[in-house]
């Protein structure tokens, strides 16, 4: 009996220690990710006349980024007070950072093929012109609203063994369960992973084999946005795997490893910044070249 007991505190202490922390987590990702995403929105806008389609794709990313964040207070107080919200907010709130976090994910899958072809088959992409690029960014946010809808079905609002309300995936079976978290697996992970892996190892391929092709500057932003939401969303999948394997499951994992997704979101912003900081030097260096070689010439 004694030992039951200790066992329950330890659960209880864990699950505590797992929310303290995942709050934490979420409350630094909503203090720098927000402001980090609306100055990345300005930032970005600054590169639209390029013509360019990745500075649109990031555009569309950032968005999906900052809907996703703006959320957080919610839950926030969610974990430590309960769900007190309502049964439609739960729904709701819970579908907007579905389909934020899937066209997050198609985005940054849609970066590799289009760096791919852009850098590679310069052509090719061209014939695609505006209207279908516009098209595709559409394409991202009505697939993702599609793919995210089964929140709108499992969302819930029940009392847990704490005895205070969730707003969590209600399944009625096992294989409900197994059906979601196989899409979100396969759509949040292993297709960006083959696309990661094919697109840009074929690009790195190319660009080291051929002297005409340069390394360009957006390419490299690229790989750093889709490393990064690999790096942070690798847990959450795992969690996935285990959750469909066995029937075991854990509100600190779920906890942990949610809000480590959260993270991504996050530093993309900062990743953009140190982007244009780069770009800002490269132009100085590139004028006070242009300036010298004048001199001399003069």
């Known amino acids: 009996m004694t030992m039951e007991y200790q066992n329950i505190s330890n659960s209880s202490l864990s699950a505590h220690t797992s929310m303290i922390a995942s709050s934490t987590v979420l409350g630094l990702c909503c203090a720098l990710g927000v402001p980090g995403n609306i100055a990345g929105l300005f930032m970005l806008t600054q590169h639209l006349k390029e013509g360019s389609f990745t500075p649109k794709l990031m555009l569309s990313l950032a968005v999906s980024d900052l809907l996703s964040l703006i959320s957080l207070p919610v839950w926030i107080y969610a974990l430590l007070n309960g769900w007190v919200f309502g ?31 852009q850098v590679l088959y310069p052509q090719r992409w061209a014939k695609l012109g505006q209207k279908g690029q516009k098209g595709l960014i559409f394409g991202i946010w009505t ?26 995936q209600d399944y009625t079976n096992k294989q409900e369960q197994v059906a979601v978290l196989l899409v979100e697996t396969l759509v949040m992970f292993v297709v960006p992973l083959f696309s990661l892996l094919f697109f840009y190892l074929r690009l790195h ?29 690798t847990p959450c999948m795992v969690n996935n795997l285990v959750l469909m394997a066995l029937s075991w499951e854990s509100d600190v994992s779920n906890n942990v490893t949610g809000a480590l997704f959260f993270i991504n979101s996050c530093v ?9 900081r780069t770009l800002r030097c490269r132009r100085k260096q590139h004028s006070d070249e242009q300036q010298q070689h004048q001199n001399k010439t003069e």
């Open 87 to 117: 049964h439609s907010l739960c729904k709701l709130i819970s579908y907007v950072v579905y389909w934020s976090l899937y066209s997050s994910v198609l985005s940054v899958t849609l970066l590799s093929v289009q760096r791919y072809l």
């Open 143 to 168: 697939s993702s609203g599609a793919l995210g809808s089964y929140a709108l079905y499992f969302r819930n609002v029940k009392k847990k063994k704490d005895r205070l309300l969730h707003c969590y």
């Open 205 to 233: 391929q190319r660009i080291r084999q051929s002297a005409s092709i340069k390394s360009h500057r957006l390419t490299k932003l690229a790989v750093r946005v889709v490393m990064a939401f690999f790096i942070f969303s």
């Open 268 to 276: 993309n912003p900062f990743l953009y910044a140190f982007s244009a």
